[in-house]
């Protein structure tokens, strides 16, 4: 059974630091593109980072320069290291697999989700 669990939210404050993980576990996905989403009360999921089976990595326009996507296809994880948070980073954040074989930044292309992991940044 495939199953994807994130990891390492939490509350912290306007220009800290947070890393978030995602354990993928059920089948090997080093062929396979993994994206992080998040979505914060009322809004829709949005697209935050994603990186290739290759390790080539995307990102938003509002998270480019503060945030670093990376995955490790031995430990079949992924990686999402956040510097200077801001109040409007505050969501909850999910991790997701994309089987299609090319990079997507939209939620309809990913098969896999994780539960989600909540990060708050207070300012």
Known sequence: QVQLVESGG????????LGLSCAASGRTFSRD???WFRQAP????????A?????TPIYAGRVKGRF?????NANNTMSLHMNSL?????????CAVDRTGIIHTTTSEYDY???GTQ?????
């Open 113 to 115: 989700w994780g539960p």
């Open 51 to 55: 990186v290739s089976w290759s390790g």
């Open 68 to 72: 670093t996507v990376s995955r490790d």
């Open 42 to 49: 009322g809004k829709g999921r949005e697209f935050v980072a």
């Open 86 to 94: 801001k109040p409007e980073d505050t969501a909850v954040y999910y």
């Open 33 to 35: 593109n993994m994206g």
């Open 119 to 123: 990060v708050t940044v207070s300012s």
């Open 10 to 17: 939490g509350l912290v404050q306007a220009g800290d630091s």
